[in-house]
């Protein structure tokens, strides 16, 4: 604990910095602002946008899928004194210093979560806030949202209730364990419950938490609609009227908190039935069902944002559906039409994604390639690149896999290839580092890769697919791609 609270201090002074520098120049000139489409990314877009917003400095931001040296130089090449990279930009330290090299106006902040390369740094006018700097896993104890986060309360003077931004953006980020945060999470756990803004239950994991009706959490809870359950809504009713479950209570939709306990015991073991019949494991549905819930207590009672894990789902959605605007102003607090749009976001999201997983189970071999232990997605351009990594997780955690260390997806990116991987439980038991690998595959092929030990990717030119599969082999027999 001393040195968890050490860390915190070492970090927020230097936020304080950072956060100084922001509104030194925002009260000059625009702010440049580049983040990650993902969950987290578009969390920490939200956190800092909003911060500006009520200090009213001006600032341009751009959601990305991916940052490459041709896109760096593009970014740099813009008339602007800051520029500010969020949730990305760890692991192109030296592409970034390489072009301020030939810039002496120019300053950058780097505050990511991501393991960073190992460069010598120059500040400035490159700053870096990064959690691994002071002892700090970025992979499970804070997100690039948590980072940000620590900016925000520095610029507008203080906690909120933004603190939940940072907490949604680490469960879009998959870093709640069995046991709930550790690290800088638990302490933004604690805050929050503390400022009266975060309730934190043992339930029913079912989208929008235990007040939202409880035919479309049923259809919206992501494991279930990746099972090919409740695609209807009539499959929700008929689930219900078997248990006896009244669908309306007092004129409104039931609701999950309406059950009794035995009511709740009954949905639940019907579902793990179901989950069962679709040959998944019950354990595996007891894990991901039944757990912690953790709850915006500024939201209304029903609003689909109230849990945060479904949030983060409504974000993600956003992102990988060509409509990170709207991720950024759900993040950022807006809601009306914001939400109701992001919800019809996330339907044609959760679509797109089962067509894809059903694309995949079906396969005769044309897009999966079996090979030393490792599952490979070819997804060409049959599937999207900003699904590929949603599908390389929901493939890796399946029954699918269970036989392999890691599933790796490559699938085309404009003119490039995008590869996602991500560790089985049998590649975690292995004491496999993605980050190191997913670094050396895609460099000996000229492209570039990184991210965390359990899940990784990166970019290679088109036509090197064969070659990087070769040089993913071939490191997984060297010693430096293990712990």
């Known amino acids: 604990m001393e040195d968890l609270d050490k860390a915190w201090n070492s970090l927020n002074s230097k936020a304080k910095k950072i956060a100084d520098l922001i509104y030194e120049v925002g009260k000059k000139a625009p702010v440049r602002i580049i983040t990650h489409i993902d969950a987290d990314g578009l969390c920490a877009g939200g956190l800092i946008s909003r911060a500006l917003r ?4 001006p600032f341009h931001l751009s959601p990305v899928k991916f940052l490459s040296k041709d896109l760096i130089s593009e970014i740099m090449s813009e008339k602007y004194g800051l520029f500010v990279y969020l949730d990305l930009g760890a692991g192109y330290l030296k592409e970034i210093q390489e072009v301020l090299g030939s810039e002496d106006k120019k300053k950058v902040l780097i505050l990511d979560h991501h393991p960073p390369v190992k460069v010598i740094r120059k500040e400035p006018p490159l700053y870096v806030l990064n959690p ?3 002892g700090i896993n970025g992979s499970y104890e804070i997100s690039g949202a948590g980072v940000a986060y620590l900016v925000y309360r520095h610029l507008v003077g203080g906690d909120d209730e933004s603190v939940i931004m940072a907490i949604t953006g680490a469960l879009g980020d998959q870093q709640a364990g069995d046991n709930g945060f550790s690290g800088i999470n638990s302490k933004y756990i604690e805050l929050a419950k503390k400022l009266g803004f975060l ?4 339930d029913l994991r079912l989208f929008g938490g235990p007040d939202y009706p409880l035919v479309p959490a049923l259809q919206r809870t992501y494991d279930l609609v990746l099972l090919g359950l409740f695609q209807e809504a009539k499959d929700a009713v008929n689930l219900l009227e078997r248990l006896k479950i009244p669908l309306k209570i007092e004129n409104r ?3 999950l908190s309406d059950l009794t306990i035995d009511q709740k015991r009954e949905l639940f073991n019907e579902i793990v039935k179901q989950i069962v019949s679709k ?3 019950g354990l595996s549905a007891l894990t991901n069902l039944f757990g912690e819930v953790y709850l915006a207590v500024s939201e209304p009672v029903g609003s689909p944002a109230r849990e945060l894990n479904g949030l983060s789902t409504l974000l993600n959605a956003c992102g990988r559906m060509g409509r990170p605007d709207l991720g950024i102003a759900l993040a950022m607090g807006f809601r009306g039409s914001v939400l109701e749009s992001a919800l019809q976001t996330l339907s044609d999201y959760r679509k797109t994604l089962a067509r894809a997983l059903a694309q995949i189970m079906e396969d005769s071999g044309k897009i999966t390639r079996k090979e030393e232990g490792v599952l ?6 049959t599937i999207k690149d900003t699904m590929i990594g949603t599908i390389t997780s929901i493939i890796a955690k399946s029954k699918f896999s269970r036989e392999y260390l890691m599933v790796i997806g490559l699938t085309k990116s404009d003119a490039a290839i995008k590869i996602s991987a991500r ?4 590649g975690i038991r292995a004491g496999i580092n993605l980050d190191h690998l997913m670094r050396k595959g895609c460099g000996r092929v000229g492209g570039i ?3 965390h030990k359990h899940a990784a990717g990166g970019y290679i030119p088109e036509g090197e697919e064969e070659n990087f599969i070769r040089a993913v082999l071939k490191c997984l027999n060297e010693a430096e791609t293990l712990e």
């Open 132 to 134: 691994f700097d002071d």
């Open 54 to 57: 009520r200090l009213k400095v």
């Open 376 to 381: 490979f997605l070819l997804g060409g351009e």
């Open 449 to 451: 890769g990184g991210g």
């Open 199 to 202: 309730e934190v239950k043992r």
């Open 423 to 426: 560790l089985t439980d049998n």
């Open 253 to 255: 939709p039931t609701r």
């Open 279 to 281: 040959g998944e494991s």
